[in-house]
């Protein structure tokens, strides 16, 4: 996928294929009147539905340039697809949602200061994305300065439920602590009991080779060794051709671009006929098959999301919800990717949000407090809104639990081994509001 976003054809028709209402660009000059740059309202056919009706302004940053570009722009999938959803349906407590979209161009400064623009200029009523943990982190004290709720899409960072914790923020999915709780125990006594933990040198891969360290040692295996990669890193070779010794498997911290490269030059280093590869689901998305070949057969991860329709995802709400990213994700990538974790949270962060407004009667940032309050220890059912299972967002960290999925890649595809219960990646809150 091209970083030049804003002149693909997938951003000029941005879905709706000419039936967008463009009123005013985001960040962007005129001749970009059809990118997404532009403030995305309803589909005219339901503005007829939805009459005279306020809108909602839901903000959403999402890095659809520079590092982070290709997660980005499924990252955005998802919440378009819940926000055709709603609207389609009859909007929240009547309301349509305007959806404004703002490309942070996978910079920590430039997001903090397109999410100024959103809260200050724009006066956005809530919040749903984030990408990257380190603006993620940059972007909460502006949310929780204007007061805005801040739901966050896809950052993992450990700190953003813990140490950082904000009133404003939350978090309707999965974060480190609770996947290595899931998956170290397997990892130790099934795949290897001695690793080097192989991680993207920022705050994500940080807090996430943190809690691996913890959770395998707890389980009887050891961290004999690490290798910080920076963000970014074209070529891997210097720091992959440096892991050696005696020891049982490789476990992988990276994501996106960063993942295919590291998969791609270990195999041609001879490291993954040498030791077993693991890691978090991140390495092995669907949307890197294509990129990978069979350089990642074998991998064994964790992830919250797999696009299989293998119990216990052999539902109907999975295939719905498989349907549409599907059709969706070959507008932005002609091979056709599968829905990957960053379509599904960001699908579910939207019905999240809209749920909570629900709830609390939310006409707009006035009632922010109320919405607050509903959100904190909101329970989600598996269904149309929330197609990968139950999920409950806890009311001490913001932090949502949610069942894990187990798997290895067998003949390019996923194959889940094992299911671990919300219950069991339950881990304790360190959260402290100010």
């Known amino acids: 996928m091209s970083d030049d976003w804003k002149d693909e054809k997938w951003a000029q028709d941005a879905w709706y294929s000419g039936k967008i209402t463009r009123r005013k660009l985001i960040g962007y000059g005129a001749a970009s009147a059809g990118a997404l740059g532009a403030t995305m309202l309803v589909p005219a056919p339901w503005r007829a539905a939805f009459g005279q009706a306020k809108p909602y302004k839901i903000g959403t940053l999402q890095p659809l340039s520079g590092t982070a570009a290709a997660g980005g722009k499924t990252a955005l999938v998802g919440v378009q697809m819940a926000v055709d959803r709603i609207n389609k349906s009859g909007g929240i407590n009547g309301r349509p949602i305007e959806l404004l979209i703002q490309d942070y161009e996978s910079k920590p400064d430039v997001g903090r200061r397109k999410a100024e623009k959103l809260v200050v200029e724009d006066q956005i009523d809530a919040h749903v994305g984030g990408y990257l943990s380190n603006v ?5 004290p502006v949310y929780e300065e204007a007061k805005t709720v801040n739901m966050i899409s896809v950052c993992l960072d450990t700190t953003i439920t813990t140490s950082k914790c904000s009133r404003y923020s939350f978090r309707a999915f999965d974060y480190a602590p609770a996947q290595a709780v899931a998956f170290a125990p397997y990892l130790v006594s099934k795949v290897g009991k001695k690793w080097h933990i192989a991680y993207l040198d920022y705050a994500w891969g940080q807090s996430t080779r943190d809690a691996y360290i913890e959770e395998i040692k707890k389980s009887g295996g050891d961290v004999v060794g690490t290798t910080g990669i920076p963000l970014g890193t074209a070529d891997m070779t210097p720091f992959i051709s440096k892991i050696t010794g005696e020891f049982d498997g490789i476990f ?59 119990a216990p995802l052999n539902t109907p709400h999975h295939k719905k919800f498989f349907d549409d990213a599907v059709a969706r994700l070959k507008q932005i990538d002609p091979s056709g990717p599968l829905p990957d974790r960053y379509v599904q949270s960001n699908y579910e962060s939207m019905n999240a949000l809209k749920i909570g407004m629900e709830k609390s009667g939310f006409k707009g940032r006035e009632d922010t407090m109320k ?8 329970e989600m059912k598996e269904g149309d809104d929330f197609p990968q299972g139950d999920k409950v967002l806890r009311k001490e960290d913001h932090q949502a639990f949610l069942r894990e999925f187990i798997f290895d890649i067998k003949d390019g595809k996923h194959r889940i081994l094992e299911t671990i219960s919300k219950e069991q990646g339950t881990y304790p809150a360190a959260c402290k509001f100010a």
């Open 136 to 140: 993620c982190l940059a972007c909460m």
């Open 252 to 310: 992988g911290i990276l994501f996106g671009a960063n993942a295919v490269t590291f998969i791609n030059q270990a195999y041609d280093l001879g490291l993954t006929k040498k030791y077993k590869m693991a890691g978090d689901g991140a390495v092995a998305e669907s949307t890197h098959f294509p990129a990978l070949g069979v350089k990642i057969e074998g991998f064994v991860g964790v992830n919250r999301y797999v696009p299989v329709m293998d």
């Open 371 to 378: 919405l607050i309050e509903a959100l904190e220890g909101l």
